[in-house]
């Protein structure tokens, strides 16, 4: 059997070993084309074209073809519905739910947690995918934590995002995922699932302000958020956060750098803007570094800002 027969084998841009033997294929002999024509081995019992780069879709796909109860959830449904999470996908476990309780462990790289999801929690995307819809996934992180990441991809979720590349609208509200957790009350974890919802600002703009906002909660420090003012020119600026009796704006960049020329000359512009407002007297920026790896800094700049005199 030549490689484009092995290749007609495919499914969804998966090879399954079980498929080839079924179609005459010796397993030695098997193994060994595989071998030397460079497929790419995604999971036991699964491969991807020689040649290939397999996007996180073909990868779940190829689990969920050998494992097929298995239902996408978690980071990996995240990931799906461009929602942002404080993780990477890449070399982070792709994770699932067994509804049947019966799975136990996995593969390397390959998570399977042991729980209820009721059919209509559960979405069919393109070649047949299985993942637990938004609400669901989101729920789940909720009740699985850490807090940080739970928030991030809630408050992800809540707004219109551009993730890959991709512009996306709001994927749900508050009251939908309260809703939710409210039909969870009594299981695991959906307690503390509640207290951390509350924390969430459906304003927020990037992972990096949700993240921001949260250092400063844990430092006892509560702006107002998204605040909104006018300048004297009539502009409306939106800060990302504001202490309104201090006057001290509080401004957080995102992961991006300034791309073009323009783009610098818009944030100069806006920060020039921010400070005509009367009602603000100082202005503090952080970059996303600051945010994530500088929270200390960060927090202690402010402190030492708000203790000034007026």
Known sequence: MERKQL?????GGVLLTSRALEAGWPRRSLTRKLREQGWVRLHAGAWAEPGSS??????????QLIRPRLIVSHRSAAAIWRIETLRR???TPLEFIDPGRTLHGGERGVRVRRMHVAPSEVTMIRHG???????????????????????????????????????????TDVAALTASLKAKAGSPGTARAST??????????????????LRLHDAGLHPESQAELITPAGRRVRLD????????????EGYAYHGTRDSHRRDVA????????????????????DVFHRPAYMIQEIRTALAKKL
Do not use: M
Not at 202 to 213: F, L, M
């Open 270 to 289: 806006r920060y020039n803007q921010i400070l005509q407002c009367p009602e603000v007297r100082s202005l503090l920026r952080f970059t996303a570094e």
């Open 7 to 11: 290749r007609e084998l495919l499914d």
């Open 129 to 171: 995918l299985r993942l637990t819809g938004v609400r669901r996934t989101l729920t789940d992180l909720l009740r699985a934590g850490p807090r940080d990441d739970a928030v991030v991809a809630v408050e992800s979720a809540l707004g219109c995002r551009t993730v890959n590349g991709i512009r996306r609208p709001p994927l």
């Open 241 to 252: 956060f504001f202490f309104r009796a201090k006057g001290l704006a509080v401004e957080i």
């Open 89 to 91: 996908s890449t070399g």
């Open 54 to 63: 397999p996007d996180l879709i073909t990868r779940l796909r190829a689990v």
């Open 196 to 213: 951390w919802l509350r924390l969430c600002d459906p304003h927020a703009g990037s992972p990096a302000e949700t993240i921001a906002r």
